[in-house]
């Protein structure tokens, strides 16, 4: 459906039609982020290829710079580097293909190949290059996509603070002569709950020692 003539030719209505609301709304999502793609290329002309290629690409990267680093700080760089990881093995699940063989033969062609442009071949058109595919995606996307993830994992990781694995569980369990009670109760699998209700301020104190010496 075409509508022409109009007297503001800069505003265009897009009048979508469908059998049944979940394909009007699916077309209205696919519309909505078609938009959003010409705004980031028009904000920023850069495009990087799609099919996992970047993050493969960003994932040997993080790899080889965590074999640099010395102490803990190395399993922090191997976790992110799986993390990137997710993403073309989503993506080769998805098409129905083996995403562990998908993934070790294509982090082996880009050693191999010292090329950042192979990736799934979702369609099935018989080459990895998402080059010869045309399978692009914006920089500003791209980056846009990391750094919501990165900051996602890092509030994670400030809630939980320390996983601990394991099944032993640990009492601490104090009570005063009708002055008030302290309850805490903590497991090795970092659950637990404080129940306070004490008019001594160093009841507590003892008890977090204790917990401490435990931990």
Sequence with gaps: LVIEHCDNPKTVTALIRGSNKMIVDEATRSLHDSLCV???????????????????????KVAEAA??????????????????????????????????????????????????????????????????QFVIETLIG?????????????????INDVIISGKDQYWVCWEGANEGYLLLYVSSSGEGYVGLNSTRLWCFIVTLIIVLKLF
């Design 142 to 158: 791209k980056k846009q996509q990391f750094l919501l993830a990165t900051q996602l994992a890092r509030m994670v990781l400030k």
């Design 38 to 60: 010409v705004r980031n290329l028009i904000r920023d002309n850069h495009v990087v290829y799609g099919g996992g290629s970047a993050e493969i690409s960003c994932s040997l």
């Design 67 to 132: 074999d640099k680093q010395q102490g803990i700080d190395q399993y922090a760089f191997r976790a992110f580097s799986q993390a990137l990881d997710v993403v073309p093995t989503s993506l080769a699940e998805n098409s129905g293909l083996d995403p562990i063989q998908v993934l070790t033969s294509l982090k082996a062609e880009h050693v191999k190949q010292k090329n950042a442009y192979l990736g799934v071949d979702c369609l099935g058109n018989g080459t990895n290059d998402m080059r010869q």
